[in-house]
T-cell receptor, first 115, second 115 residues
Framework: DAKTTQPTSMDCAEGRAANLPCNHS???????VYWYRQIHSQGPQYIIHGLKNNETNEMASLIITEDRKSSTLILPHATLRDTAVYYCIVRVLYAGGTSYGKLTFGQGTILTVHP | SAVISQKPSRDICQRGTSLTIQCQVDSQVTMMFWYRQQPGQSLTLIAT?????????ESGFVIDKFPISRPNLTFSTLTVSNMSPEDSSIYLC????????????FGPGTRLTVT
């Protein structure tokens, strides 16, 4: 799977939008962009994924550039409970036959939301 | 989304002993995985648990150290054998649900400390 580059840490004020960038310049045409987060002492939580179109769900929006070499996760109104490590991951869905594409975690971005 | 439970949630074990971690899902799943998260680190995939056959291990992980069982579509176990302090980690079960191929979910994790 292609590697991703994320800032080590970011701060955001409560109530403001949090924009988390991710570079994935070597992404392949069949690789999806996934975002997970891990709140302290919990298992990772799925946030959103996309292939080439922008996506939105109840948690966040995902903006993928036209060349697909980078993306941004947007938390529209950050709260203190959004403080977590955010992981941007690229992966194929199926890696040959029925073999499922692996989720490979990098170091992620530590997002701190402050009052 | 699938609800995943793990037992035990945490344990303190002596070196040289073994611990078996259980993962139970509330619905049938197509894929089950085991991850390790060492202190202060990101997640690393240990293996894919295959129903009715031997697990598929990632580089650096072997069956003698981390035997895995998956007797049915909702249950799996991971054993950490002959433990040493370096095995102190959080061990996480992860699943892909039927009908939700794009999303992979994680359990709460088992925090293991080896003394």
């Amino acid at each position: 799977d292609a590697k991703t580059t994320q800032p080590t840490s970011m701060d955001c004020a409560e109530g403001r939008a949090a924009n988390l960038p991710c570079n994935h310049s070597t992404i392949s045409g069949n690789e999806y962009v996934y975002w997970y987060r891990q709140i302290h002492s919990q298992g990772p939580q799925y946030i959103i994924h996309g292939l080439k179109n922008n996506e939105t769900n109840e948690m966040a929006s995902l903006i993928i550039t036209e060349d697909r070499k980078s993306s941004t996760l947007i938390l529209p109104h950050a709260t203190l409970r959004d403080t977590a490590v955010y992981y941007c991951i690229v992966r194929v869905l199926y890696a040959g036959g029925t073999s499922y594409g692996k989720l490979t975690f990098g170091q992620g971005t530590i997002l701190t939301v402050h009052p | 989304s699938a609800v995943i439970s793990q037992k035990p949630s945490r344990d303190i074990c002596q070196r040289g002993t073994s611990l078996t971690i259980q993962c139970q899902v509330d619905s049938q799943v197509t894929m089950m995985f085991w991850y390790r998260q060492q202190p202060g680190q990101s997640l690393t995939l240990i293996a894919t648990a295959n129903q009715g056959s031997e697990a598929t291990y990632e580089s650096g992980f072997v069956i003698d150290k981390f035997p895995i069982s998956r007797p049915n579509l909702t249950f799996s176990t991971l054993t950490v054998s002959n433990m040493s302090p370096e095995d102190s980690s959080i061990y996480l079960c992860s699943v892909v649900s039927r009908g939700q191929t794009y999303e992979q979910y994680f359990g709460p994790g088992t925090r293991l400390t080896v003394t």
